[in-house]
């Protein structure tokens, strides 16, 4: 599968963001999904992950949890990650991930990366 991340840009303290990622060449609905973010310098980390369905179960870590949300729509091969009360500590470039094992993606190892999408968030 194919996956296609975009929505990234610049935005200030306490703003919002809603990053997409759209899949092809796979059926969507056999992927979890999931998000992630590597900022300079850093390790990649885990950001949250979205089971099969549509409107399926979520987690997500606690540095993001409250803040950040997952969502998919199957019938669009689509994930999105909607960010709101941004902070400077969130800028990274963001990747969207799939994998049949969602705990893959929690252990950050799923089958499939898409390519990154950098969010800057100005203090």
């Known amino acids: 599968v194919q996956l296609q991340a975009s929505g990234g840009g610049l935005v200030q303290t306490g703003g919002s963001l809603r990053l997409s990622c759209a899949a092809s060449?796979?059926?969507?609905?056999?992927?979890?999904m999931g998000w992630f973010r590597q900022a300079p310098g850093k390790a990649r980390e885990f950001v949250g992950v979205?089971?099969?369905?549509?409107?399926?179960?979520?987690y997500y870590p606690d540095s993001v949890k409250g803040r950040f949300t997952i969502s998919r729509d199957n019938a669009k091969n689509m994930v999105y990650l909607q960010m709101n009360s941004l902070k400077p500590e969130d800028t990274a470039v963001y990747y969207c991930?799939?994998?049949?094992?969602?705990?893959?993606?929690?252990?950050?190892?799923?089958?499939?990366w898409g390519q990154g999408t950098l969010v800057t968030v100005s203090s």
């Open positions: 991930a799939a994998d049949e094992v969602l705990h893959n993606i929690v252990i950050i190892s799923p089958s499939y």
């Open positions: 060449g796979g059926t969507f609905s056999r992927y979890a």
């Open positions: 979205i089971s099969r369905n549509t409107g399926g179960s979520t």
